[in-house]
């Protein structure tokens, strides 16, 4: 494939926009950028899963598309999304650092959660919003999630939390172990 070529899929999608170069007929990476207002080297690095590009851009690829098309836009969200998805993995399946043997299973599971979940938003086809790190609310730290001082004077005051500070015939909690 030469570098100007457009990958399969992606063809179909600009040749029914009739992003075309009129001198030849082939598809159009340029006019498609035109259309979305990016650069055609950003068009050629989503076709090609080269870069991670961003959600706002990718919004503008599809509803390109949809309008010059006259597809429903969903239908074309869901080809685009699968043809990103097809490029990214045509680079090689996801491997992770040979240290990842040292984790304990609880370990692993907790990482192959984390990836789950880093990987929900684009299995569910994006939507509108940008999910770049630029665009996020950062995560509460977990300082930022301990109590207040009058959580903890309540829970220091509280005598029914304390076993030494109970009152006679209050039964302690039965330990199975």
């Not at 005598?159 to 209050?170: F, I, K, N």
Request: charged share 30%.
């Amino acid at each position: 494939m030469t570098p100007n070529e457009v990958p399969e899929g992606w063809a179909e999608l600009l040749v029914a926009a009739r992003f075309v170069d009129r001198r030849n007929g082939r598809p159009s990476m340029r006019q498609l950028a035109a259309a979305a207002r990016t650069h055609a080297s950003t068009i050629s690095g989503l076709m090609y899963g080269r870069r991670d590009t961003q959600t706002p851009v990718v919004e503008r690829v599809i509803e390109a598309i949809a309008r010059e098309a006259r597809m429903n836009e969903r239908e074309v969200r869901e080809k685009v999304f699968e043809l990103m998805h097809r490029a990214l993995s045509d680079g090689g399946r996801f491997e992770p650092h040979e240290d990842a043997n040292l984790l304990s299973r609880e370990e692993q599971a907790a990482v192959n959660e984390l990836i789950r979940l880093l990987a929900l938003p684009k299995k569910q086809g994006g939507g509108g919003r940008d999910r770049s790190a630029a665009n996020q609310t950062p995560a509460p730290s977990p300082a930022d999630q301990l109590g207040t001082q009058d959580d903890y004077e309540l829970i220091a005051n509280d005598p029914a939390g304390d076993p030494l500070q109970r009152g006679p015939g209050e039964p302690d909690e039965e330990h199975t172990t």
